[in-house]
C-alpha cells in the first residue's frame, strides 16, 4: 500500500514541478510607456451587486488611460433592484441580460457583444476592482504582440482572517498553474474576472457554442477552444500593472459551493492536460486523506504519513510562494494550517461536483 501511494504522490510531485518550470518560462511585462491606440470595451455582467459596482466603476474612473477610447457595458442579469448610474467622464451603458442557455454569464457576455462598439472586449466580475494600468499595460502588449486573446492574474484583497488568507492561498495555487501551463503550452484554465479578447476571435470560435448547457466556464471553455483553433494567438500577460482584485467569500459555505461550480466544469474540458492534470491533482491530495485514515486504523506508521505530507508541502509550497509573490508581494500567512486543511476540502468539492447541486447567486445549478 504504501508503495502505491508513494508512486501517485510522485506522480502529483512532478506535475507541479512541471507547472513551477512553466511559471519561470512565463516572463513579466511591465511595459506601460507606449501610447495609447486600443480601443477597449468592458463588460461586467452582474446580478444584486449595488454594494460592490460603485467601487469597481470608481476604479475604472481612476484608470491612466484616455476616457475615449474605452467604454463600459453593465449586464444585469435579473437583479432584484435596478442599479443607478452616477455621473462618470467615460460612457457607460446598462443593458438587460438575455437569457437563452443553461448559463448566465455567458448569456450576458453574448448579449453585449451585440452592442459593443469596440474590437477589444475585457470582461471582468462586479466585486471586482483593477488597477490604474490595467488597459494601459494590455494596449501596450497587443501592440508589441500578434495576439487576439489576453489571459490576466486576479487576486484577493483579504483581511487578517483564516478563511480568506486559505481563499488566497487557493486562489494562488491556482493562478499558478495558469501561468504554468501557459508557460509549458499546455495553457487551459484562466480567470474570466480579467480575460480580454477580440469580437472577431469570438465570432470564429462562435462563442460559447458547444458548452453553454454548462452554468460556468464562460472563460476556460473560450480559452481552450481558441488554443485549439488558434494556439499563437493566445497569450498570459504576466505584468503587476494587470493584476484584478476581488473579494473572498466570507463563510465555509459560499466557499465549498464556489469552488464546486469551478471544479464541475472539469470533466467537460477540451483540453487533454488540463483533465490529465485535474485528476493528477485530486488524486495527490485524496492519497493524502486516505493516508490519514490508514494511519488512524493502524495500517501506516506515522512516520510514513509525515514524509508524504512534507514532499507535499515542500513542492506546493514553491508554486504558491512563486504565485503569491507575484500577486500581492506579501507574507504568506496559515501556510502549514492550510496544507492541512486543503487535502480534506479540495477532495471533498471534487467529489461533490461529480454529483451534488449548489447555489450560486440565489440560485441553483
Known amino acids: 500500500m504504501m508503495f502505491l501511494l508513494t508512486i501517485i504522490l510522485s506522480v502529483y510531485l512532478a506535475s507541479i514541478l512541471l507547472l513551477i518550470y512553466g511559471f519561470t518560462k512565463v516572463k513579466n511585462y511591465d511595459t506601460i510607456s507606449l501610447k495609447p491606440k486600443t480601443t477597449f470595451t468592458i463588460v461586467v455582467p452582474f446580478r444584486n451587486e449595488a ?7 470608481e476604479s475604472i474612473s481612476r484608470l491612466n488611460y484616455p476616457m475615449d477610447l474605452f467604454e463600459v457595458v453593465l449586464v444585469d442579469d435579473d437583479s432584484d433592484f435596478s442599479f443607478q448610474l452616477s455621473d462618470f467622464k467615460f460612457q457607460i451603458s446598462i443593458i438587460d441580460n438575455i437569457r437563452v442557455s443553461n448559463s448566465p454569464k455567458k448569456d450576458a457576455i453574448t448579449t453585449a457583444m451585440q452592442i459593443a462598439k469596440n474590437e477589444w472586449i475585457i470582461t471582468t466580475d462586479a466585486d ?9 499595460s494590455l494596449d501596450n502588449y497587443i501592440q508589441t504582440h500578434q495576439v487576439a486573446m489576453i489571459a490576466g492574474a486576479v487576486t484577493y484583497e483579504c483581511n487578517n482572517s483564516f478563511l480568506h488568507h486559505f481563499q488566497q492561498l487557493d486562489l494562488a495555487s491556482l493562478q499558478g498553474a495558469t501561468i504554468g501551463s501557459f508557460g ?6 484562466c480567470n474570466g474576472a480579467n480575460l480580454a479578447y477580440t469580437k472577431s476571435l469570438f465570432k470564429a470560435l ?11 466556464g ?19 500577460l504576466k505584468s503587476e500593472n494587470n493584476i484584478v482584485s476581488t473579494k473572498p467569500l466570507d463563510d ?28 493528477v491533482v485530486f488524486t495527490g491530495n485524496f492519497i493524502l486523506v486516505l493516508s490519514y485514515a490508514l ?10 504519513i509525515f514524509i508524504l505530507f512534507c514532499l507535499k508541502f515542500t513542492v506546493d509550497s514553491i508554486l504558491i510562494y512563486k504565485t503569491h509573490q507575484f500577486l500581492t508581494q506579501k507574507k504568506m500567512h496559515y501556510l502549514v494550517l492550510s496544507s492541512l ?10 467529489l461533490y461536483s461529480l454529483f451534488g447541486k449548489y447555489e450560486w447567486k440565489g440560485r441553483r445549478f
Open 218 to 236: 464562460d472563460d476556460v471553455f473560450l480559452l481552450q477552444k481558441a488554443i485549439k483553433q488558434f494556439p499563437e494567438k493566445v497569450h498570459y
Open 252 to 279: 465555509w459555505k459560499s466557499l465549498f459551493y464556489q469552488r464546486i461550480r469551478w471544479a464541475s466544469k472539469t470533466s467537460s474540458y477540451q483540453s487533454n492536460f488540463g483533465i490529465t492534470l485535474g485528476l
Open 128 to 136: 471586482c476592482v483593477v488597477p490604474e494600468n490595467w488597459l494601459l
Open 341 to 350: 486543511l486543503y487535502p480534506f476540502f479540495s477532495a471533498g468539492v471534487a
Open 184 to 189: 509549458i503550452g499546455k495553457a487551459f484554465m
Open 206 to 216: 462562435n462563442g460559447f457554442e458547444g458548452n453553454n448547457n454548462i452554468a460556468s
Open 295 to 304: 494511519w488512524f486504523m493502524g495500517f501506516i506508521p506515522f512516520l510514513n
Open 51 to 57: 454594494e460592490n459596482l460603485p467601487l469597481l466603476l
